[in-house]
């Protein structure tokens, strides 16, 4: 959460990149082959030229085989690995890799023709960007590359390929068919869904999951949530290891049984609700006991739990010190009355300085086993997702239902990703809240402290308007998200966010505009979303420090909502 403690990753990030595709004009052949070198990394970065001593290679993670390059991106360079690759005349040619991490490029310079790019945002999971290329009449190498972008996060590229006709260069031998993966187990379900993980399958690019002996879904990674289960209801699962080889054979069979009720993310809410971030610490805004908490909010967020020595694990200390006193027998007392008047109270993981890490099986139980811990010593209904420095799709879902598992169908999941990180379903945060839908609560994407940003329909807008909120929720509302798992982020005064406060009018008329049509900017959605949940603050102290202007205008429009 802000704090006036974040600061933006990339101010107007939509506008760096256009992602570039290109059809090919000519059929394989027999004799196509991979003229890349070195294409997987396993003979460290030979044939592959890196700026700046940006490039290295690393055992983990990799999309297959023993090595991966690892790019890191500095302020002044973008981690550009170069390969020159022999090439054909006249002939096409498809360029692949397998990238995860920061924000991945991947494109070919000196074809003779027309020169290719591709990219993606980050991704916390293994993803493959392709395009292909013509060469010209005369042109018998080109110059393949991958980087990152300047001052963003380490990015990793694997299995780089330049598929096409043999250019005479010498290029990896073809992969063979991987074998069946081991390890398969149910790491969590639901009255709905059944998580599964299974072991890395070297050589293997992706993986088909089978349910009842018939394949139900691809993934590339290691784990996968199978949806729209019956209740009290017994599966069988099988997983296979796919390349450009073949298929492997099926694994061992493993049993599934869904539970008799599902969450319903976060029980007895009402249908519009107003979510609040609760400072444990004294920065200045009026310090508030949770007793002080203005009724207008409905969900209380406590920011915020601290990370341990043990990795994912997460613990919490009241400050009682910096809160006048506030003594933690006072703290449960008090979240007691709240839950007395029909309130919830989660305990918020992260912030702009939060640095707790999940990204393996171990921290996902980690995480989720002190998360229940914490719910059960004060009291707490759920959890608040606010990590601000990454996060891994695929084991923070496996965390959080864990969790659900444990707390059952009135665990709160909330979330609050920055703009960035909801501007596209193949990002991290995005990719996590569509993976728990039928357990999350909402999404409070936080609409300040931003740069311009892609609305959905591909225009760009900057923060402050209502357009900004409208068009970018319109994001997350054609993306697969429910309406009522949407929410609306602002902070509650000009001293609450370094940019982005808006006054609660435009907030007030960006919710009318979503639900009903009304009062919209230029951007009107294609239709209108009734069931929006409704808006989210930083912080209640903040809005405190203001007279509660926040709460008492757009609280009290939420709750009017149809």
């Keep these: 959460m802000p704090v006036l403690r974040r600061r933006r990753l990339w101010a107007g990030v939509a506008m760096a990149a256009l992602a570039l595709s290109f059809a090919g004009t000519g059929q394989a052949s027999a004799a196509d082959t991979n003229n890349a070198k070195n294409a997987g990394f396993e003979s460290g970065l030979t044939n592959w030229t890196c700026t700046a001593g940006s490039g290295t290679t690393v055992s983990s993670p990799v999309h297959s ?29 498809t360029l692949s890799a397998w990238v995860q991490g920061g924000y991945s490029y991947l494109g070919v310079t000196g074809t003779g023709t027309t020169d290719v790019s591709t990219w993606t945002p980050d991704t916390s999971s293994w993803k493959q960007l392709s395009t292909t290329f013509t060469t010209g009449a005369s042109t018998t190498s ?60 070297s050589g293997a690019t992706g993986y088909n999951v089978y349910r009842n002996g018939t394949k139900i879904t691809a993934v590339t990674g290691t784990s996968a949530t199978v949806t729209g ?50 400072q444990n610490f004294n920065n200045g805004a009026t310090v508030q006991k949770l007793s002080a908490v203005s009724s207008q909010y409905d969900i209380i967020a406590v920011a915020f739990a601290d990370a341990t020595t043990t990795p994912g694990a997460v613990s919490f ?56 811990s914490l719910m059960q010593t004060y009291g707490f209904d759920g959890v ?23 707390a059952g169908s009135s665990l709160v999941i909330t979330m ?59 994001i997350q509302l054609q993306g697969g998200l429910a309406p009522s798992q949407v929410g609306l982020g602002l902070p509650a005064s000009t001293s609450a966010a370094g940019s982005g406060y808006v006054s609660p009018s435009i907030v007030n008329n960006a919710l009318d505009c979503l639900t009903a049509g009304t009062n919209c900017g230029t951007f009107k959605p294609s239709k209108t979303y009734p069931d929006l949940r409704g808006a989210m603050t930083w912080s209640t102290n903040w809005d405190a420090s203001a007279g509660s202007s926040w709460s008492n205008s757009v609280g009290a429009h939420v709750h009017a909502l149809p």
């Design 65 to 93: 085989g023993s090595s991966a390059l690892k790019g890191t991106p500095a302020g002044q360079d973008n981690a550009q690995c170069t390969q020159s690759v022999a090439v054909k005349p006249n002939s096409t040619y």
């Design 142 to 201: 080109v110059s393949v590359y991958t980087h990152g972008w300047y001052g963003q996060a380490a990015y990793y590229a694997d299995d780089i390929s330049v598929y096409g006709p043999d250019g005479g260069g010498g290029g990896d031998p073809a992969p063979t068919v991987p074998a069946a993966p081991t390890g398969v187990s149910v790491s969590s379900t639901t009255s709905s869904s059944v998580s599964l993980a299974w072991s890395t399958v």
């Design 229 to 278: 289960l019956a209740a009290s209801t017994s599966y069988s699962f099988q997983v296979t290891a796919t390349n450009s080889a073949g298929e492997s054979g099926k694994s061992a069979t493993v049993t599934g049984t869904t539970t008799a009720t599902g969450g319903n993310g976060g029980g007895s809410l009402p249908k519009h609700a107003v979510t609040g971030y609760w």
């Design 317 to 372: 200390t009241l400050d009682s010190a910096g809160l006048g006193g506030y003594t933690v027998d006072q703290f449960k007392a008090d979240i007691a009355a709240k839950h007395a008047a029909g309130k919830k109270v989660v305990i918020s993981i992260g912030g702009q300085n939060g640095t707790i890490s999940v990204s393996d099986s171990a921290s996902a139980a980690n995480f989720a086993n002190s998360v229940y």
């Design 384 to 406: 608040d997702i606010d990590l601000e420095n990454g996060i891994n799709a695929t084991y923070m879902t496996q965390a959080l239902r864990s969790l659900s598992s444990k």
């Design 416 to 474: 609050a990703p920055q703009t960035i990180d909801m501007q596209s379903t193949s990002n991290a945060y995005f990719q996590t809240a569509l993976n728990i839908k039928d357990i999350l609560t909402v999404v409070n994407m936080q609409y300040y402290n931003s740069g311009t940003m892609l609305g959905c329909d591909g225009k760009v807008y900057g923060q402050g308007t209502v357009d900004f909120l409208t068009a970018l929720a319109c």
